[in-house]
């Protein structure tokens, strides 16, 4: 689908809960989101620009945009914020050196007027991997328990099989209900 028409559709459709899923790049972003499409893994390629999908869990809809986290597309984040309701922030979870960049883009957005009513979910990707930090190890170092003024939740996973993204899911739709 084409961002154009994308764009139409969740203007046209208020019953769409418009989700950015963001992070640096070889997070697992795309893996995710191929993931949740279709229950299988695909071959991805770094995003470009951004890719666009329709999710549904239990008649809850979800347009899910996959933004580029590579450094010179993050400026751009901001452009997507409108109307998000659902901040997906995807971190390798073997990626020490970069976890502080993760931080500083997690409290810039978290503190863009945009963003003021957004969920955010955290997902602790490549639990698979044995050097991984755990979901708790990662909450701690991003400080999750400060944030007061957006609801959080951060679930480990492993995007490759799948494991943990449908708890993710499962809250954001709770989430959905909730409002
Ligand atoms: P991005 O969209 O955030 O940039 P991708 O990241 O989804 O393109 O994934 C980057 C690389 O990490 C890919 O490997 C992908 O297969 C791998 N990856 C994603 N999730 C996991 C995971 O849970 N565990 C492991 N072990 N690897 C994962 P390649 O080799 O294709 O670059
Ligand atoms: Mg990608």
């Given at each position: ?45 770094p995003t470009i620009g951004s890719n666009v ?127």
């Amino acid at each position: 689908m084409g961002m154009f028409l994308a764009k139409l559709m969740s203007f046209f459709c208020n019953q769409e809960h418009k989700v950015i899923i963001v992070g640096l790049d070889n997070a697992g972003k795309t893996t995710i989101l191929y993931q949740f499409l279709m229950n299988e893994v695909v071959h991805t390629s770094p995003t470009i620009g951004s890719n666009v999908e329709e999710i549904v869990v239990k008649n809850t809809h979800f347009l899910m945009w996959d933004i580029g986290g590579q450094d010179m597309l993050r400026s751009t984040w901001s452009t997507y914020y409108t109307n998000t309701e659902f901040v997906i922030l995807v971190v390798d979870s073997t990626d020490r050196e970069r976890l502080t960049i993760t931080k500083e883009e997690l409290y810039k957005m978290l503190a863009h007027e945009d963003l003021r009513k957004a969920a955010v979910l955290v997902f602790a990707n490549k639990q698979d991997m044995k050097n991984s930090m755990s979901a708790a190890e990662i909450s701690k170092f991003l400080t999750l328990t400060s944030i007061k003024d957006h609801p959080w939740h951060i679930q480990a996973c492993c995007a490759l099989t799948g494991e943990g993204l449908g708890q993710g899911l499962e809250w954001m739709t709770l989430k959905t209900a909730a409002k």
